[in-house]
Each structure stands twice: as C-alpha cells, then as structure tokens.
C-alpha cells in the first residue's frame, strides 16, 4: 500500500508541476481568469478529473499559479544576486536582473505580476492579497537595499528609500507596459538607462 500511495502522490506532484508550468504561461499573457482546470486539462493531455483533483478549485489553481510564478521570479531575479555586496551593488544588480527577466520573456507575457494584476486591483480576495504582497515584497527587498545603501554611505541622505524605491519600479513597470503594446524592446534599454540615471543621482 505504501509503494501505490507513493505511486500516486509522485504522479499527484507530476500532475501539478505541469499544469502550472503552463498555467504561469497562460496567465501571463491572457490573465489569470482565463484559467480553467478543463481548458488546462486539454491543452496537456491530461483528465480533468486529475487536474481537478491536484486542485480542488479555480481559485486555487489561480493561487498555486501566483505562487508558481513568484518562486520563478526569485530563481531568475532575486536569486542569481544572493552573493551580490550589500547595499548599492546588489540594488544595480537586482534592477538590471529585472529589466533582463522582463526583455527575455522569462513569461510569454512579460512580467507576470503586471500583467494579472490590473485584473484584481479592485477585486478583494485571496488573489488580490496574494498579489499585493508579491508586489510589497519585491518593493520592501529594494527599500531595504536603499536604506542599507545611505547607511553605508554609498547615497546621500536625500535618496528617501520609498520615493526611489518608487522610481525604480515606476521605470521598470513602465518599460515592460510599453515594450507590449508598442512592440518595442528598445523600451527596455530606455529603463535601464533611467534607472542608471536616477540611482547615479544620489551615489556619494
């Protein structure tokens, strides 16, 4: 029984690990309301019975979905910096980690987080607080950098850790927006510069 039991939670985990690889690509281009446990189903080959049964509900596949997109965002922004030196450094180097995951459509559809977003702003709920603290999260990582960067004297007093922190997301989200509705992956470029710009501002 041990070994049947195994059997199943090893194809339950295959099952997931599937339907949520192509869920982040489905969600990030057509949002996360167009996920459905049949249409992911169909698009693998797999019964719906076993989708379903993997996640029980649409809203939690569209959670399971968030939360699979943020641990791939970590592993191609937040991780490859781990080693970076604190403060300045790693606040250059995690912006230019985002502007890459964002023009190498490490999602089909751009940054994940942008895209299904603008579905929930105003829908409260489970998926909507999902969101808000993936964006929270990533904005209070760039603040703690900022801070951490004055206090080691490497920006000057007037770079405000929420107002720049602001800034920088602001060029980021911005790049991505425009590089999809005008096709135009120079966008990027222009980010990066911006960023450059505004962090070189306030370098000591």
């Known amino acids: 029984m041990g070994a049947v039991a195994d059997g199943r939670v090893q194809r339950g985990n295959e099952t997931r690990r599937a339907v949520l690889g192509r869920a982040v690509e489905v969600a990030s281009v057509e949002g996360l309301g167009a996920l459905s446990i049949g249409r992911l189903a169909t698009d693998l080959?797999?019964?719906?019975?076993?989708?379903?049964?993997?996640?029980?509900?649409?809203?939690?596949?569209?959670?399971?979905?968030?939360?699979?997109?943020?641990?791939?965002?970590?592993?191609?922004?937040?991780?490859?910096?781990?080693?970076a030196p604190p403060g300045l450094p790693k606040l250059r180097?995690?912006?230019?980690?985002?502007?890459?995951?964002?023009?190498?459509?490490?999602?089909?559809?751009?940054?994940?987080?942008?895209?299904?977003?603008a579905e929930f702003n105003t829908q409260p709920g489970p998926i909507r607080d999902a969101l808000a603290e993936a964006a929270r999260d990533w904005e209070g990582l760039l603040i703690e950098l900022v801070r951490a960067a004055r206090a080691a004297?490497?920006?000057?007093?007037?770079?405000?850790?929420?107002?720049?922190?602001?800034?920088?997301?602001?060029?980021?989200?911005?790049?991505?927006?425009?590089?999809?509705?005008?096709?135009?992956?120079?966008?990027?470029?222009?980010a990066a510069a911006a960023i450059g710009q505004t962090l070189d501002a306030f370098t000591t």
């Open 153 to 190: 004297g490497e920006l000057t007093p007037a770079a405000e850790p929420e107002q720049l922190s602001f800034l920088l997301v602001a060029a980021m989200e911005t790049a991505n927006a425009q590089s999809l509705l005008l096709d135009d992956p120079t966008r990027f470029d222009r």
């Open 93 to 117: 180097a995690l912006c230019a980690s985002w502007v890459g995951y964002a023009r190498d459509r490490v999602f089909p559809g751009g940054c994940f987080f942008q895209s299904v977003s």
């Open 45 to 83: 080959g797999l019964s719906k019975s076993g989708v379903f049964a993997a996640f029980g509900s649409k809203e939690e596949l569209q959670l399971s979905t968030v939360r699979a997109a943020r641990r791939i965002f970590y592993d191609a922004v937040i991780a490859p910096n781990e080693s």
